[in-house]
Nanobody, 122 residues
């Protein structure tokens, strides 16, 4: 079993940046693909980015391409989401998730963190 804990959220002005971290428990972190999802107020959960087990394959939703970067450190058991050029529409609770494959479909992820709030003011 894997436990995930996100951190790094906060309030930032439009155009600013934040780095989210997701620390995973256990010694099997490198056997999981990892992903970030978000849920904005009144909206459904949305895929943001995913990374393969080795970190060699990266996937992004179109709306964040060129602005967000997902990465992982398999020694520190941590996945990151570096966010630049933030927009008010990026405001959401951000969740990290662990699963067998780096898919955009949240149903295929087995473990989820509690989420961290990101608020982008205009």
């Amino acid at each position: 079993q894997v436990q995930l804990a996100e951190s790094g959220g906060g309030v930032v002005q439009a155009g600013g940046s934040l780095r989210l971290s997701c620390a995973a428990s256990g010694r099997t972190f490198n056997t999981y693909a990892m992903a970030w999802f978000r849920r904005a107020p009144g909206k459904e959960r949305e895929f943001v980015a995913a990374i393969s087990r080795s970190g060699g394959n990266l996937y992004y939703v179109d709306s964040v391409k060129g602005r967000f970067t997902i990465s992982r450190d398999n020694v520190k058991n941590t996945v990151y989401l570096q966010m630049y050029s933030l927009k008010p529409e990026d405001t959401a609770v951000y969740y990290c998730a662990a699963g067998s494959d780096p898919t955009y479909n949240g149903r295929w992820y087995d473990y989820w963190g509690q989420g961290t709030q990101v608020t982008v003011s205009s």
